[in-house]
């Protein structure tokens, strides 16, 4: 049996205009080691690395959730779906995914879902409500 647990850290740091606040889920497998993390971050924070680096978008959300506006380039892979294997359309476990639903609650879910099958580089940027940066509906 496989015991698997969350610990949950918030990390401030001083920045020129505010303190910013990070949180990080450390999983860890039975022998309590860190097998991976995923980061929070800001709907800018994401909008930033999307425009600089090579990125996954994951949305969380369902199919008609999805169909009503989705930022562009997302995959649509809804929370529910992941399960204990790998999603078939996110094959490399070493590439940043950035994951977002409608409120942040389903991202969180999925964000731990896909760390404990082995993704290594993985953020959280909430729900779409936050989204300022435009959608479509292709």
């Known amino acids: 049996m496989r015991v698997k647990g969350f610990v949950f850290l918030v990390r401030q740091r001083a920045?020129?205009?505010?303190?910013q606040s990070q949180t990080m889920a450390f999983c860890y497998n039975y022998n309590w080691e860190i097998v991976g993390e995923y980061?929070?971050?800001?709907?800018?924070?994401a909008?930033?690395?999307m425009n600089t680096q090579e990125v996954?978008?994951?949305?969380?959300?369902?199919q008609s959730e999805y169909d009503?506006?989705?930022?562009?380039n997302a995959v649509l892979i809804p929370n529910e779906?992941?399960?204990?294997?790998?999603p078939t359309n996110l094959p490399d476990k070493n590439?940043?995914?950035?994951?977002y639903c409608r409120s942040g609650r389903r991202s969180e879910e999925a964000a731990r879902k896909l760390v404990n099958l082995g993704y290594v580089s993985v953020y959280d940027f909430g729900g779409i409500n936050d989204w300022t940066y435009g959608t479509v509906t292709d």
Do not use: C, F, N, W
């Open 68 to 72: 009503e506006g989705h930022i562009q």
């Open 39 to 45: 980061r929070k971050i800001t709907a800018e924070q």
């Open 81 to 86: 779906t992941i399960g204990s294997e790998p």
């Open 47 to 49: 909008y930033e690395m």
């Open 15 to 19: 920045t020129k205009d505010a303190v």
């Open 95 to 99: 590439a940043i995914i950035l994951v």
């Open 56 to 62: 996954v978008i994951v949305d969380v959300r369902t």
